[in-house]
DNA sequence: CACATAGATTGACATCCATCGATATAGGTG
DNA sequence: CACCTATATCGATGGATGTCAATCTATGTG
């Protein structure tokens, strides 16, 4: 570290030079791919937008298992790769595990998509 | 195939009711999952970067092989996917094919996700 | 027409993934 | 502790998917 010269405002970067931004790199688009590879199922859709209807935030496990037509282990699963995409949080009260949406991770998912 | 019955004036819905938006049928989870898919593998969020970062705003299958170190069977295969995604745009001019981003679809598909 | 080049298509192959049944874990209740 | 219920994990299996080599098609060019 060092030699802090010139430390000269960043400010023009971020508001000078509108144009070229360098193409995705490979760890970057791999990084990426993981979310959509999570919304990339329909069930696993169905399931983001069945939590995310229901009034109270949270859904468990039990209520998720009839609207889809899955059996359990398999909404677990998806359940699972939805949390690890960072897309539901995951709260276990008494015997239920209740799921609810991660506050802005679809915006935030959204905007990795304007700004490829 | 088909029966897409409910045809019921869509109205009111947009204007008058904005809680209660029902949860995303089995159709339409479908539907949208195809897209998500054609965003779901790495080298194919690269190509959307490359063809949107070049000046000209389309790109030749032979400048996007390099880049990606990959054979050009399979760069082509990834780029029918994403024209069949609705997300890039095909024109063939003598012997080379020019591929750009479809105007709006990155925010058309950014939208889908906010109004899960 | 003969040949070269850009790109698409085909077939094969290995890997990944959605689903299920069976089982394990953990909390609640008697 | 014995038992039930909600959920997670495991193992197997069939189907989808990414990649390549080989081939086909179409557009130029001599």
Redesign the pocket.
């Known amino acids: 570290m060092n030699s802090l010269q010139i430390v000269e405002a960043p400010v023009d970067a971020s508001c000078c030079v509108p144009s070229v931004k360098p193409a995705l790199s490979a760890d970057e688009a791999q990084q990426r791919a993981l979310v959509f590879?999570a919304l990339?199922?329909?069930?696993?859709l169905r399931l983001l937008s069945i939590v995310k209807a229901g009034d109270s935030g949270e859904s468990?496990?039990?209520?998720l298992?009839e609207p889809l037509?899955?059996?359990?282990?398999?909404?677990?699963?998806?359940?699972?790769?939805l949390v690890e995409a960072g897309l539901l949080h995951?709260e276990?009260?008494?015997?239920?595990?209740?799921y609810s949406l991660v506050p802005g991770a679809l915006e935030q998912t959204a905007g990795l998509l304007e700004s490829l």
């Open positions: 590879k990339a199922d329909p069930n696993r468990c496990v039990c209520d298992t037509d899955l059996g359990q282990p398999t909404v677990s699963h998806h359940l699972k790769i995951r276990k009260r008494g015997t239920w595990a209740y």
